[in-house]
């Protein structure tokens, strides 16, 4: 069993940053995915930023691309997503999820996670 505790959301402005904190306890491995999404309301869950096992390869997506970092620390079982250059359409409830057996493919598809946090939410508004 994996329990996530997300942190570090909050209300900011355009352009602020604000970096995000995710906290797992039990069952990892070198085997585990780590991965970002956000649902924004009346929106469907949307793939942000992952780390595929323990490869070191991050991968986000292009609305993302190059304002925001993924990064795990293994060794206190946490990962981080630093959000720089933040706009309006980035607000909403951003949610860590993991997974042990979660094939490459997959790594983009919200329902391929078995394990979810409770989210952080973060608003961007002038």
């Known amino acids: 069993q994996v329990q996530l505790i997300e942190s570090g959301g909050g209300v900011v402005q355009p352009g602020d940053s604000l970096r995000l904190s995710c906290a797992a306890s039990?069952?990892?491995?070198?085997?585990?995915?780590m991965a970002w999404f956000r649902q924004a309301p009346g929106k469907e869950r949307e793939f942000v930023a992952a780390?595929?096992?323990?490869?070191?390869?991050?991968s986000y997506a292009d609305a993302v691309k190059g304002r925001f970092t993924i990064s795990r620390d293994n060794a206190k079982k946490t990962m981080y997503l630093q959000m720089n250059s933040l706009r309006p359409e980035d607000t909403a409830l951003y949610l860590c999820?993991?997974?042990?057996?979660?094939?490459?493919?997959?790594?983009?598809?919200?329902?391929?996670?078995?394990?979810w946090g409770q989210g952080t939410q973060v608003t961007v508004s002038s």
């Open positions: 999820a993991v997974d042990n057996r979660l094939i490459l493919s997959s790594m983009r598809t919200h329902t391929a996670y078995d394990y």
């Open positions: 039990g069952g990892l491995s070198t085997q585990t995915t």
């Open positions: 780390m595929f096992r323990n490869t070191g390869r991050p």
